[in-house]
Protein backbone atom coordinates (compact mmCIF):
# COMPACT_ATOMS: atom_id res chain seq x y z
CA UNK A 1 0.00 0.00 0.00
CA UNK A 2 2.77 2.59 0.61
CA UNK A 3 4.18 3.38 -2.61
CA UNK A 4 6.33 6.90 -3.15
CA UNK A 5 4.81 10.12 -2.70
CA UNK A 6 3.57 11.68 -6.28
CA UNK A 7 3.92 15.62 -5.97
CA UNK A 8 0.97 16.39 -7.94
CA UNK A 9 0.88 20.19 -6.91
CA UNK A 10 -0.42 21.76 -10.20
CA UNK A 11 -2.59 19.05 -10.96
CA UNK A 12 -4.29 19.47 -7.71
CA UNK A 13 -4.69 23.53 -7.78
CA UNK A 14 -6.23 22.75 -11.18
CA UNK A 15 -8.62 19.80 -9.81
CA UNK A 16 -9.23 21.91 -6.47
CA UNK A 17 -9.97 25.44 -8.98
CA UNK A 18 -12.23 22.84 -11.10
CA UNK A 19 -14.46 21.99 -7.98
CA UNK A 20 -16.95 24.21 -6.47
CA UNK A 21 -16.15 25.31 -2.88
CA UNK A 22 -18.95 23.10 -1.41
CA UNK A 23 -17.39 20.52 -2.73
CA UNK A 24 -14.23 20.63 -1.10
CA UNK A 25 -13.17 18.01 1.55
CA UNK A 26 -9.94 19.27 3.58
CA UNK A 27 -9.42 16.27 5.46
CA UNK A 28 -9.08 13.43 2.18
CA UNK A 29 -6.50 11.67 3.28
CA UNK A 30 -5.27 11.46 -0.58
CA UNK A 31 -4.13 15.28 -0.68
CA UNK A 32 -1.93 14.79 2.54
CA UNK A 33 -0.27 11.55 1.28
CA UNK A 34 0.35 13.62 -1.84
CA UNK A 35 1.70 16.67 -0.43
CA UNK A 36 -1.14 18.48 -2.56
CA UNK A 37 -2.76 20.01 0.34
CA UNK A 38 -1.57 23.62 -0.17
CA UNK A 39 -4.14 24.38 -3.42
CA UNK A 40 -6.87 23.11 -1.16
CA UNK A 41 -6.39 25.39 2.01
CA UNK A 42 -5.39 28.79 0.16
CA UNK A 43 -8.59 29.51 -0.94
CA UNK A 44 -10.58 28.50 1.89
CA UNK A 45 -8.76 30.67 4.45
CA UNK A 46 -9.00 33.56 1.33
CA UNK A 47 -12.69 32.33 0.27
CA UNK A 48 -14.62 30.66 3.01
CA UNK A 49 -12.46 30.48 6.07
CA UNK A 50 -15.39 28.99 7.71
CA UNK A 51 -16.20 25.81 5.42
CA UNK A 52 -18.91 23.18 5.64
CA UNK A 53 -18.63 19.89 4.13
CA UNK A 54 -22.13 18.85 3.57
CA UNK A 55 -21.07 15.07 3.05
CA UNK A 56 -17.44 12.87 3.07
CA UNK A 57 -16.61 9.65 4.36
CA UNK A 58 -16.17 11.16 8.22
CA UNK A 59 -20.18 12.85 7.34
CA UNK A 60 -20.52 16.45 7.53
CA UNK A 61 -18.31 18.26 9.04
CA UNK A 62 -16.80 22.24 9.80
CA UNK A 63 -13.46 23.39 8.43
CA UNK A 64 -12.01 26.87 10.39
CA UNK A 65 -8.41 27.40 8.76
CA UNK A 66 -7.72 30.75 9.80
CA UNK A 67 -5.63 31.45 12.74
CA UNK A 68 -8.27 33.86 14.77
CA UNK A 69 -11.24 31.49 13.89
CA UNK A 70 -9.17 28.63 15.51
CA UNK A 71 -8.47 30.57 18.85
CA UNK A 72 -11.97 31.54 18.41
CA UNK A 73 -12.77 27.56 18.60
CA UNK A 74 -9.95 25.93 20.61
CA UNK A 75 -10.48 28.52 23.73
CA UNK A 76 -14.14 28.13 24.05
CA UNK A 77 -14.26 24.83 25.41
CA UNK A 78 -17.85 25.56 26.78
CA UNK A 79 -18.89 25.73 23.63
CA UNK A 80 -17.03 23.41 21.59
CA UNK A 81 -16.76 19.92 23.29
CA UNK A 82 -13.54 17.38 23.20
CA UNK A 83 -15.94 14.45 24.92
CA UNK A 84 -16.81 13.01 21.52
CA UNK A 85 -13.59 12.26 19.69
CA UNK A 86 -10.70 15.10 18.54
CA UNK A 87 -10.23 13.40 15.21
CA UNK A 88 -12.77 13.01 12.87
CA UNK A 89 -13.87 9.67 12.24
CA UNK A 90 -14.11 7.92 8.99
CA UNK A 91 -17.67 6.20 9.54
CA UNK A 92 -16.72 2.83 7.51
CA UNK A 93 -13.39 2.11 9.19
CA UNK A 94 -14.79 3.05 12.94
CA UNK A 95 -17.42 0.68 12.16
CA UNK A 96 -14.56 -2.16 11.26
CA UNK A 97 -13.08 -1.28 14.04
CA UNK A 98 -15.82 -1.84 16.47
CA UNK A 99 -16.47 -4.68 15.08
CA UNK A 100 -12.67 -6.43 15.61
CA UNK A 101 -13.18 -4.82 19.43
CA UNK A 102 -16.69 -6.66 19.68
CA UNK A 103 -15.09 -10.22 18.20
CA UNK A 104 -12.33 -9.54 21.07
CA UNK A 105 -15.08 -9.16 23.86
CA UNK A 106 -14.75 -5.40 24.12
CA UNK A 107 -17.71 -3.03 24.36
CA UNK A 108 -16.17 -0.33 21.92
CA UNK A 109 -16.94 3.28 23.00
CA UNK A 110 -17.39 6.27 20.28
CA UNK A 111 -15.31 9.57 20.55
CA UNK A 112 -13.94 9.40 23.71
CA UNK A 113 -11.60 7.47 25.58
CA UNK A 114 -8.40 8.80 24.71
CA UNK A 115 -7.93 10.03 28.17
CA UNK A 116 -8.07 13.60 29.16
CA UNK A 117 -7.67 15.05 25.67
CA UNK A 118 -11.03 13.53 24.95
CA UNK A 119 -12.95 15.26 28.39
CA UNK A 120 -14.25 18.18 29.26
CA UNK A 121 -14.27 20.31 32.75
CA UNK A 122 -14.08 19.18 35.31
CA UNK A 123 -13.22 15.53 34.59
CA UNK A 124 -10.28 16.67 32.30
CA UNK A 125 -8.90 18.63 34.93
CA UNK A 126 -8.30 15.94 37.60
CA UNK A 127 -6.21 14.13 34.91
CA UNK A 128 -4.30 16.90 33.57
CA UNK A 129 -3.22 18.16 37.09
CA UNK A 130 -1.58 14.36 37.47
CA UNK A 131 0.66 14.12 34.97
CA UNK A 132 1.39 18.20 34.78
CA UNK A 133 4.40 17.83 37.23
CA UNK A 134 6.13 15.06 35.47
CA UNK A 135 6.33 17.52 32.38
CA UNK A 136 7.20 20.42 34.27
CA UNK A 137 10.18 22.53 34.51
CA UNK A 138 12.04 21.01 37.46
CA UNK A 139 11.48 17.76 36.14
CA UNK A 140 12.21 18.39 32.83
CA UNK A 141 15.64 19.08 34.39
CA UNK A 142 16.21 15.88 35.64
CA UNK A 143 15.72 14.36 32.41
CA UNK A 144 17.74 16.28 30.38
CA UNK A 145 21.53 14.13 30.98
CA UNK A 146 19.32 10.84 30.43
CA UNK A 147 17.57 12.20 27.36
CA UNK A 148 21.22 13.71 26.13
CA UNK A 149 23.01 10.04 26.92
CA UNK A 150 20.69 8.12 25.36
CA UNK A 151 20.42 10.45 22.20
CA UNK A 152 24.47 10.25 21.71
CA UNK A 153 23.96 6.52 21.84
CA UNK A 154 21.51 6.29 18.76
CA UNK A 155 23.31 8.98 16.85
CA UNK A 156 26.58 7.04 17.34
CA UNK A 157 25.47 3.66 16.28
CA UNK A 158 24.11 5.52 12.80
CA UNK A 159 25.96 3.93 9.38
CA UNK A 160 27.97 6.42 7.88
CA UNK A 161 28.46 6.75 4.13
CA UNK A 162 25.37 4.47 3.40
CA UNK A 163 21.76 5.26 3.20
CA UNK A 164 19.45 4.15 5.54
CA UNK A 165 15.98 5.19 6.79
CA UNK A 166 16.11 8.48 9.31
CA UNK A 167 12.44 7.72 10.37
CA UNK A 168 13.24 4.32 11.50
CA UNK A 169 16.88 4.51 12.64
CA UNK A 170 16.64 7.98 14.34
CA UNK A 171 13.20 9.78 14.49
CA UNK A 172 11.31 6.73 16.26
CA UNK A 173 14.12 5.88 18.26
CA UNK A 174 14.90 8.71 19.47
CA UNK A 175 11.48 9.49 20.46
CA UNK A 176 10.41 5.89 21.92
CA UNK A 177 13.96 6.88 24.26
CA UNK A 178 12.34 9.86 25.59
CA UNK A 179 8.97 8.40 26.24
CA UNK A 180 10.84 5.30 27.92
CA UNK A 181 12.15 7.71 30.18
CA UNK A 182 8.93 9.60 31.14
CA UNK A 183 7.48 6.13 31.95
CA UNK A 184 10.25 4.55 33.16
CA UNK A 185 9.37 1.97 31.03
CA UNK A 186 12.26 -1.01 30.47
CA UNK A 187 14.69 0.89 27.36
CA UNK A 188 15.34 -2.04 25.78
CA UNK A 189 11.88 -2.36 25.13
CA UNK A 190 11.60 1.01 24.22
CA UNK A 191 10.23 0.22 20.21
CA UNK A 192 7.10 -1.32 21.81
CA UNK A 193 5.95 1.91 22.77
CA UNK A 194 6.62 3.06 19.00
CA UNK A 195 4.48 -0.11 17.86
CA UNK A 196 1.83 0.73 19.75
CA UNK A 197 1.61 3.95 18.96
CA UNK A 198 1.97 2.95 15.11
CA UNK A 199 -0.75 0.42 15.98
CA UNK A 200 -3.31 2.74 17.01
CA UNK A 201 -2.67 5.72 14.70
CA UNK A 202 -3.09 3.67 11.65
CA UNK A 203 -5.61 1.57 9.41
CA UNK A 204 -4.90 -1.89 7.97
CA UNK A 205 -2.53 -1.88 5.30
CA UNK A 206 -0.59 1.20 6.33
CA UNK A 207 2.24 1.30 8.81
CA UNK A 208 2.70 -2.05 10.51
CA UNK A 209 -0.88 -2.57 10.94
CA UNK A 210 -2.45 -5.32 8.75
CA UNK A 211 -6.36 -6.25 10.08
CA UNK A 212 -8.43 -4.31 12.58
CA UNK A 213 -8.21 -7.91 14.68
CA UNK A 214 -4.40 -7.41 15.20
CA UNK A 215 -5.03 -3.57 16.19
CA UNK A 216 -7.18 -4.85 18.78
CA UNK A 217 -4.91 -7.50 19.94
CA UNK A 218 -1.64 -5.08 19.99
CA UNK A 219 -4.08 -2.79 22.39
CA UNK A 220 -4.54 -5.57 25.07
CA UNK A 221 -1.01 -6.26 25.15
CA UNK A 222 -0.29 -2.54 25.76
CA UNK A 223 -3.13 -2.31 28.26
CA UNK A 224 -1.50 -5.96 30.05
CA UNK A 225 1.95 -4.12 30.52
CA UNK A 226 0.45 -0.85 31.99
CA UNK A 227 -1.68 -2.96 34.32
CA UNK A 228 1.24 -4.43 35.54
CA UNK A 229 3.23 -1.13 36.31
CA UNK A 230 -0.03 0.24 37.65
CA UNK A 231 -0.03 -2.73 40.06
CA UNK A 232 4.13 -2.47 40.74
CA UNK A 233 3.91 1.00 40.93
CA UNK A 234 0.48 1.67 43.23
CA UNK A 235 1.96 1.18 46.78
CA UNK A 236 5.77 1.86 45.74
CA UNK A 237 7.77 4.51 46.66
CA UNK A 238 7.65 7.90 45.29
CA UNK A 239 8.68 8.96 42.18
CA UNK A 240 8.91 11.41 39.32
CA UNK A 241 7.24 8.92 36.28
CA UNK A 242 4.10 9.46 34.79
CA UNK A 243 3.22 6.11 35.78
CA UNK A 244 3.62 6.41 39.55
CA UNK A 245 2.08 9.85 39.63
CA UNK A 246 -0.82 8.92 38.34
CA UNK A 247 -1.29 6.00 40.89
CA UNK A 248 -0.13 7.34 43.83
CA UNK A 249 -1.93 10.60 43.34
CA UNK A 250 -5.45 10.63 45.37
CA UNK A 251 -7.05 12.63 42.91
CA UNK A 252 -6.41 9.68 40.16
CA UNK A 253 -5.79 6.69 41.73
CA UNK A 254 -9.02 5.39 41.62
CA UNK A 255 -9.52 6.17 38.24
CA UNK A 256 -11.47 3.71 35.80
CA UNK A 257 -9.89 0.77 34.21
CA UNK A 258 -10.70 2.47 30.67
CA UNK A 259 -9.76 6.32 32.04
CA UNK A 260 -6.22 4.80 32.82
CA UNK A 261 -5.84 2.58 29.66
CA UNK A 262 -7.30 5.98 27.67
CA UNK A 263 -4.82 7.91 29.44
CA UNK A 264 -1.73 5.44 28.64
CA UNK A 265 -2.87 5.92 24.84
CA UNK A 266 -3.15 9.45 24.37
CA UNK A 267 0.60 9.53 26.41
CA UNK A 268 2.28 6.93 24.29
CA UNK A 269 0.59 8.67 20.92
CA UNK A 270 0.91 12.30 21.98
CA UNK A 271 4.62 12.45 22.77
CA UNK A 272 5.52 9.89 20.14
CA UNK A 273 3.98 10.78 16.39
CA UNK A 274 4.52 14.71 16.98
CA UNK A 275 7.60 14.64 17.89
CA UNK A 276 9.09 11.48 15.52
CA UNK A 277 7.75 14.37 13.03
CA UNK A 278 9.48 17.30 13.94
CA UNK A 279 12.29 14.91 13.92
CA UNK A 280 12.29 13.81 10.42
CA UNK A 281 10.66 17.55 9.36
CA UNK A 282 13.66 19.16 10.37
CA UNK A 283 15.74 16.92 8.62
CA UNK A 284 13.50 17.58 5.28
CA UNK A 285 13.21 21.16 5.48
CA UNK A 286 16.68 21.74 6.18
CA UNK A 287 17.75 19.85 3.52
CA UNK A 288 15.28 21.84 0.94
CA UNK A 289 16.44 25.51 2.26
CA UNK A 290 20.13 24.88 2.40
CA UNK A 291 20.87 28.53 3.00
CA UNK A 292 18.92 27.55 6.61
CA UNK A 293 21.11 24.67 7.00
CA UNK A 294 24.39 26.82 6.70
CA UNK A 295 22.69 29.46 9.43
CA UNK A 296 22.31 26.71 11.89
CA UNK A 297 25.54 25.48 11.28
CA UNK A 298 27.46 28.84 11.38
CA UNK A 299 25.65 29.69 14.85
CA UNK A 300 23.73 26.61 17.20
CA UNK A 301 22.39 29.11 19.62
CA UNK A 302 19.03 29.07 16.34
CA UNK A 303 18.63 25.32 17.23
CA UNK A 304 15.62 26.46 19.49
CA UNK A 305 14.38 28.78 17.09
CA UNK A 306 14.98 26.16 14.14
CA UNK A 307 13.02 23.60 16.31
CA UNK A 308 9.93 25.71 17.01
CA UNK A 309 10.06 26.77 13.29
CA UNK A 310 9.80 23.17 11.99
CA UNK A 311 6.94 22.54 14.69
CA UNK A 312 5.13 25.32 13.04
CA UNK A 313 5.89 24.70 9.63
CA UNK A 314 5.33 20.56 10.03
CA UNK A 315 2.58 20.91 12.06
CA UNK A 316 2.66 17.42 13.04
CA UNK A 317 -0.89 17.15 13.92
CA UNK A 318 -2.85 18.87 11.03
CA UNK A 319 -6.23 19.43 13.31
CA UNK A 320 -8.24 18.89 16.44
CA UNK A 321 -11.52 18.58 16.09
CA UNK A 322 -14.57 19.40 18.47
CA UNK A 323 -18.39 19.21 18.99
CA UNK A 324 -19.95 22.26 18.61
CA UNK A 325 -22.54 22.06 22.35
CA UNK A 326 -24.91 24.73 20.86
CA UNK A 327 -25.64 26.95 17.86
CA UNK A 328 -22.48 29.15 17.83
CA UNK A 329 -21.73 32.06 15.11
CA UNK A 330 -18.31 32.31 13.37
CA UNK A 331 -17.45 34.25 10.55
CA UNK A 332 -21.19 34.96 9.46
CA UNK A 333 -22.02 30.92 9.53
CA UNK A 334 -23.90 29.12 12.27
CA UNK A 335 -22.65 26.45 13.39
CA UNK A 336 -25.39 24.14 14.74
CA UNK A 337 -25.72 22.46 18.34
CA UNK A 338 -23.77 18.72 17.66
CA UNK A 339 -21.81 19.56 14.37
CA UNK A 340 -18.38 18.54 13.64
CA UNK A 341 -15.71 20.67 13.54
CA UNK A 342 -12.05 20.68 12.31
CA UNK A 343 -9.27 23.56 13.58
CA UNK A 344 -6.51 23.10 10.94
CA UNK A 345 -3.71 24.34 12.60
CA UNK A 346 -2.06 23.19 9.42
CA UNK A 347 -3.65 26.22 7.45
CA UNK A 348 -3.81 28.46 10.30
CA UNK A 349 0.09 28.35 10.65
CA UNK A 350 0.40 29.64 7.01
CA UNK A 351 -2.42 32.40 7.57
CA UNK A 352 -0.33 35.59 5.89
CA UNK A 353 -2.34 37.85 8.13
CA UNK A 354 -0.64 36.70 11.17
CA UNK A 355 2.78 34.90 10.05
CA UNK A 356 5.46 36.73 7.41
CA UNK A 357 6.24 34.98 4.80
CA UNK A 358 4.33 32.10 6.20
CA UNK A 359 4.81 29.72 3.37
CA UNK A 360 8.60 30.02 3.93
CA UNK A 361 11.03 28.12 5.98
CA UNK A 362 12.92 30.67 8.13
CA UNK A 363 14.89 29.48 11.29
CA UNK A 364 15.51 32.73 12.74
CA UNK A 365 12.13 34.54 12.78
CA UNK A 366 11.24 37.13 15.43
CA UNK A 367 8.67 35.22 17.34
CA UNK A 368 9.80 31.75 16.46
CA UNK A 369 6.82 30.03 19.18
CA UNK A 370 4.10 32.11 17.15
CA UNK A 371 2.50 29.43 15.83
CA UNK A 372 -0.73 27.00 16.67
CA UNK A 373 1.06 23.35 16.23
CA UNK A 374 0.20 22.77 20.53
CA UNK A 375 -3.49 24.24 20.61
CA UNK A 376 -4.74 26.72 22.95
CA UNK A 377 -7.35 26.50 25.72
CA UNK A 378 -7.68 24.00 28.36
CA UNK A 379 -6.32 20.82 26.10
CA UNK A 380 -3.11 23.60 25.11
CA UNK A 381 -0.30 20.45 24.92
CA UNK A 382 0.60 19.72 28.28
CA UNK A 383 4.33 18.13 26.57
CA UNK A 384 5.00 21.26 25.03
CA UNK A 385 8.12 22.06 27.14
CA UNK A 386 9.61 18.42 26.97
CA UNK A 387 8.86 18.19 23.48
CA UNK A 388 11.07 21.55 22.78
CA UNK A 389 13.49 20.21 25.22
CA UNK A 390 13.85 16.74 23.31
CA UNK A 391 14.25 17.83 19.99
CA UNK A 392 16.92 20.39 21.79
CA UNK A 393 18.92 18.36 22.83
CA UNK A 394 19.17 16.19 19.94
CA UNK A 395 19.93 18.83 17.67
CA UNK A 396 22.73 20.06 20.10
CA UNK A 397 24.23 15.94 19.98
CA UNK A 398 23.60 15.87 15.63
CA UNK A 399 25.35 18.81 15.26
CA UNK A 400 28.26 17.44 17.34
CA UNK A 401 28.71 14.58 15.30
CA UNK A 402 27.24 15.05 12.04
CA UNK A 403 28.32 18.17 9.40
CA UNK A 404 25.34 17.23 7.46
CA UNK A 405 22.44 14.50 6.82
CA UNK A 406 21.66 14.47 3.47
CA UNK A 407 18.01 14.10 1.94
CA UNK A 408 18.74 11.38 -0.86
CA UNK A 409 15.41 10.49 -2.19
CA UNK A 410 11.89 11.24 -1.87
CA UNK A 411 10.40 10.66 1.62
CA UNK A 412 6.46 8.48 1.99
CA UNK A 413 4.10 10.60 3.69
CA UNK A 414 1.73 8.72 6.60
CA UNK A 415 -1.70 8.03 4.74
CA UNK A 416 -3.41 10.18 7.61
CA UNK A 417 -5.30 13.52 7.82
CA UNK A 418 -4.85 13.89 11.37
CA UNK A 419 -0.89 13.25 11.81
CA UNK A 420 0.90 14.75 9.11
CA UNK A 421 4.37 13.39 9.07
CA UNK A 422 6.64 10.67 7.05
CA UNK A 423 6.53 6.91 6.50
CA UNK A 424 10.09 7.20 5.75
CA UNK A 425 12.77 9.64 4.59
CA UNK A 426 16.42 8.46 3.09
CA UNK A 427 19.02 9.70 4.13
CA UNK A 428 22.97 9.47 4.17
CA UNK A 429 25.21 11.15 6.74
CA UNK A 430 28.61 11.59 4.52
CA UNK A 431 31.37 11.98 7.13
CA UNK A 432 31.24 12.82 11.02
CA UNK A 433 33.57 15.09 12.77
C1 LIG B 1 6.11 18.66 18.61
C2 LIG B 1 5.52 17.88 19.48
C3 LIG B 1 4.07 17.97 19.87
C4 LIG B 1 2.99 18.55 19.22
C5 LIG B 1 3.00 19.31 17.90
C6 LIG B 1 1.83 18.32 20.05
C7 LIG B 1 0.55 18.78 19.74
C8 LIG B 1 -0.55 18.70 20.59
C9 LIG B 1 -1.85 19.27 20.32
C10 LIG B 1 -2.23 20.00 19.05
C11 LIG B 1 -2.65 19.01 21.39
C12 LIG B 1 -4.13 19.42 21.56
C13 LIG B 1 -4.26 20.88 21.79
C14 LIG B 1 -5.68 21.39 21.78
O1 LIG B 1 -6.63 20.63 21.63
O2 LIG B 1 -5.83 22.62 21.97
C15 LIG B 1 -1.86 18.26 22.33
C16 LIG B 1 -2.31 17.81 23.54
C17 LIG B 1 -1.58 16.94 24.33
N1 LIG B 1 -0.27 16.55 24.17
FE1 LIG B 1 0.99 17.15 22.73
N2 LIG B 1 2.19 17.60 21.15
C18 LIG B 1 3.55 17.36 21.09
C19 LIG B 1 4.31 16.66 22.03
C20 LIG B 1 3.82 16.04 23.14
C21 LIG B 1 4.60 15.25 24.07
C22 LIG B 1 6.13 15.03 23.99
C23 LIG B 1 3.73 14.77 25.00
C24 LIG B 1 3.98 13.87 26.18
C25 LIG B 1 4.86 14.03 27.03
C26 LIG B 1 2.40 15.28 24.66
C27 LIG B 1 1.25 15.02 25.38
C28 LIG B 1 0.05 15.65 25.17
C29 LIG B 1 -1.11 15.47 26.03
C30 LIG B 1 -1.18 14.58 27.25
C31 LIG B 1 -2.14 16.29 25.51
C32 LIG B 1 -3.54 16.50 26.07
C33 LIG B 1 -3.62 17.77 26.86
C34 LIG B 1 -5.00 18.08 27.39
O3 LIG B 1 -6.00 17.56 26.89
O4 LIG B 1 -5.09 18.84 28.38
N3 LIG B 1 2.50 16.04 23.53
N4 LIG B 1 -0.58 18.09 21.82
Redesign the pocket.
Known sequence: MNKPVKIQAADAAAEVAATPLEKLNPAKVDSFYNDTIWPVFEPLRREDPVHYTPDSEYGPYWSVTKWNDIMAV?TNHEAFS?ADG?ALANLADQEKAEAALRALGQEPRRGGGA???TMDEPE?AVG?KA?SPT?APANIQTMMPVVRERAGQILDSLPIGKEFDWVDLVSKELTAM?LAS?FDFPFENRRKLTWWSDMVMNQPGHGPVESWEQKGMAMFECFGTFEQMWNERLNGPPANDLISMMAQNPATRTMSRETYHGNVI??IV??ND??RN?ISGSVFQLNKNPDQYAKLRANPDLILPMVSET?RYQT??AY?SRTALRDVELAGKTIKKGDKVAMW?ISGNRDETMIERPNAYIIDRERPRQHL????????????R??EM??TIIWEEILKRFPEIKVVGAPVLNWSSFVHGFESLPVVIPYRN
Do not use: K, W
Not at 373 to 384: D, E, K, L, P
Open positions: DSIGFIHRVVTLLLGGTTTIPLMYSFGFGIHRCVGNVAQL
